[in-house]
Every structure is written in C-alpha cells, then in structure tokens.
C-alpha cells in the first residue's frame, strides 16, 4: 500500500474513531477526556515537506472540530505539534545515518526511548494547548492542571495500546531504491 | 525589494505557521462570538449526513429508553385532552378544530416540530446537538429544543436539511427558569462538571427550598414555552458573597439517550422583540 493512501485511510479512521467511539464514552470525570486523534500527525511520514505537514494538520484539526462542535478548537493545537514536531525530531534521531531510513516515527525507528520521549512531548504539548482554550474562556487554574495531566495521562495510555495492537511494520528503506 | 523575497524564502515555515494559526484563531474567535464560521453551514451539511448514518445503528440501542419516554408523554398529552374531560352539561358537545385561529379567539402563539437527534455529545465542555431538521423544514435560529421529559436547548446554526443545538450542557447556555414553589425566577447554565446537573442561580435566600422542588421554564424564557419541566432541585448551596442562593438541578431530560425532540418557536416574540428594541435609552 503506497504512503499517501495509507495516510488517507489513517485520516479518515483516526476522525470517526474519536468522533464516533472515544468521544460517546460516557464521561467519568470533567478532566478525563480521551484525546486520541492527534496520532495522526505524529505518524506522518519523515519525508512530508514541512509546510505540507502544517496545512495536513490544519485541515485534519479543522475537520475533527466540524465533528466536535467548536471549529478552530482542535485546529489550534494541531497546528502547533505539526510546526513543532520536525524540531523535535532532528534532535531525537540516530545520529549515526545522515540520511533517514524509515519511512516514519515508529519504536523501530526512533527507538524505545526517544520515541517515547516525543509520544509524550508532543501530547503534552496539544493538551496544554487544548485546554488553555478552554481555559481562557472559563474554568481556574486546578482545572487547567487537572485536566492537562488526566488527558494527558489518559491518551498515553491509549496510544499505547493502540501501538501494542496495530504492530506498524516498519519498511527499511535501502539506499538502492 | 530582494531582502524582502530572501526574508520570506528563509522564514517561510514560521511565517505559514503564524499565518495559518491566525486564521485557526480567528475561526475560532469568530465563532465564539457568532456561531458562524466559514464553511459552517456546509460543514454542518456533511457532518449532518455521517452522524445520520451512524445514528441509524446507535438508534436501536436505545429504542426501548426512546419508546418509554415517548409513551409517557403521549399519556400526559391524552390527559389534558378536551376528550378526557366530562363536561357538566352533556348535551352540549365541544368541537375542537385545528384552525390557525381559534374561533374563541386564541391565537397560536407556540407550533411545535418534531425532530430526530442524529448527534449529541455529553463530555466536552461545551456540547451540541445536531437534529435532522434544518431550514427547509422551517427550522430558524434561536428556536427551543425540548425532550420528552424537558427542555434540551437551543438552535444556533441552520442548514438546509440540518440543525445545530446549543445543549443545556454548554458553558454559554442560559436559560430563564423558575422554581414551581414561589415563582422565584434566575437563570440556568451549566458548569461543566456533571452532564446530569446544572445550575440555577439568582434564586434570593429568602425563597423556601427544599430538595426535590420542581423547576420550571418561567415567562421570560424567551422562546420556550413557559411552565415546561427543566429538572428537580438535588442540591442547595448559599453564595456567601451575594444573597442568592445556588441550586443544583438535576435535568429532566436524560441527554445520554436524547433520541427525539420538538422545536417550537415563539411566533409572537419578533413583535415582542421589535418593541423591546424600541425602548428608549438615556
């Protein structure tokens, strides 16, 4: 399956799964919430244009808000793990091959560590971003930290189980093709 | 000239970044303020269609809570028939007809239409609901949402075939309301904590309360019909700052299985509304 359609089909999933099933959980607190989506950005392909990278999560961010009821919500904090992420990345990879090998952030790839290190950054990083929306236009400070760690904790937990059951196989990219 | 061009060539990421994120918060701000966004319309359209979709399954789970609410109610409204009524003089019988203007010169002043709930979130801070009614079926903004059982909110953003509801369940929601005990009117929003209750404020500490009082829209409700169930007192806390006390209601309607409700409009309140415009200010 080539790349961009791959992509197409993770875009698609990743919006009804949140809007269709995480999102109709009943609630068990007012600050967990199950944030999955944003995965999507994160397992874009290395070899994405960053500008391209920034208008993808743009309009994947504004079409989760179309679902979710506040347009512009979602498209904020998506928007911003999208210009960040390739900083992030530059400093993670391996040092050792100058050019990437994998086709995309994977354990495999980044390893165990790093990988993990940008998973929870990143998501962080959303979260504060999320929530201090809402933040800005009611609630106080425990609920901004309240909900930035439940969330937070919550969807690491999610991203985890979802890496454990869909096992990306992660193709090595030879210097021959 | 050619600095400019090499500045934007150099800076161009952040400068799509700022550019891009403008326009996500100005969408949002705009939002805010208006409920209308580009492409909100058209959005609504398609979202419309897929939650249709998907509502088709979750429907059956929830026929049986659905089919109970609704029987309930056709029981209460064949209660207040006219036919269910004896009348003392037997040989006299009452004629109801259905036309817009009563022959004993009442005017209708609420029409209702039902709509089926295709999309209802309860978890996010602010909730929507989106109905399968929109503005070809006559469906207008700022029209009242009601449940079987209650009141569930009101219409901010209409399409051609779908309809967007600001749920009681929204920071920004604020209804009149009244406890049936005493007539004492305030306001009711939501704050956010537990999509089963919601707040009645403005209510004086001299109002008697007790736990279990009935509330009720009141005639300032704008367009909702006054004397409609809104929910029943479970919790009363004073404001030590202020004289008003503040009650946790429990809502009457049940928005984790809302599957139909009825949109009524006010047909006298734009007379209403003009002249309340018409007020002088000084």
Redesign the interface.
């Known amino acids: 399956m080539s790349s961009l359609l791959k992509n197409i089909i993770r875009f698609i999933f990743f919006i009804l799964v949140q809007a269709?099933v995480l999102?109709?959980?009943?609630?068990l607190h007012?600050y967990v919430?199950p944030i999955f989506y944003f995965l999507f950005i994160l397992w874009l392909p290395f070899s994405i244009n960053?500008?391209w990278q920034?208008?993808i999560a743009?309009a994947f961010?504004?079409c989760m808000d179309?679902?979710?009821?506040?347009?512009?919500?979602h498209?904020?904090p998506c928007?911003?793990i999208a210009?960040l992420r390739p900083f992030l990345l530059s400093i993670l990879l391996p040092r050792e091959t100058t050019e990437v090998s994998y086709a995309e952030p994977s354990i495999k790839s980044l390893g165990a560590v790093p990988y993990g290190v940008y998973i929870l950054l990143l998501t962080f990083i959303h979260h504060s971003c999320l929530v201090m929306?809402?933040w800005l236009?009611?609630?106080d400070f425990v609920f901004f930290i309240g909900k930035v760690a439940a969330s937070t904790g919550i969807s690491l937990l999610l991203i985890f189980v979802t890496e454990m059951l869909f096992p990306r196989k992660a193709k090595f990219r030879t210097n021959a093709a | 000239m050619r600095n400019i061009f090499l500045f934007i060539r150099r800076f161009f990421n952040l400068l799509l970044f700022l550019a891009l994120q403008g326009l996500a918060i100005y969408i949002l701000v705009n939002y805010n303020k208006t409920h209308q966004a580009f492409f909100a319309e058209k959005a609504n359209e398609v979202t419309g269609v897929i939650n249709e979709k998907y509502n088709n399954v979750e429907y059956y789970f929830q026929l049986k809570k659905t089919n109970e609410s609704l029987a309930a109610q056709n029981a209460m409204l064949l209660n207040q028939q006219r036919t269910s009524f004896e009348n003392a003089d037997t040989a006299k019988q009452i004629k109801i007809d259905s036309l817009l203007k009563d022959t004993l010169g009442l005017v209708r002043k609420y029409n209702f239409l039902v709509a089926k709930v295709v999309n209802n979130s309860v978890n996010e801070e602010n909730n929507y609901i989106t109905m399968h009614r929109g503005a070809q079926q006559g469906v207008k903004n700022g029209m009242a949402v009601l449940g079987p059982d209650g009141i569930a909110g009101r219409v901010i953003l209409v399409s051609d075939n779908y309809s967007r509801v600001m749920s009681l369940l929204n920071h920004k929601s604020k209804v009149s309301a009244m406890l049936k005990r005493g007539f004492y009117s305030g306001i009711a929003d939501w704050d956010g904590k537990d999509p089963q209750y919601i707040q009645l404020r403005g209510i004086p500490k001299s109002a008697q309360v007790k736990k279990g009082d009935t509330v009720l829209t009141s005639n300032l409700s704008g367009s909702f019909p006054p004397g409609l169930m809104v929910g029943t007192v479970s919790g009363i806390s004073s404001d030590p700052s202020t004289s008003f006390y503040i009650l946790n209601i429990k809502t009457a309607t049940n928005f984790f299985t809302l599957q139909y409700a009825f949109l009524t409009d006010n047909l006298l309140g734009a007379e209403q509304q003009q002249l309340e415009a018409q007020t002088p200010k000084d």
């Open positions: 269709f999102d109709k959980v009943p609630p007012q919430k960053r500008s920034m208008i743009f961010g504004l179309y679902f979710s009821g506040t347009p512009g919500l498209a904020i928007l911003l210009y929306i809402e236009q009611f609630g």
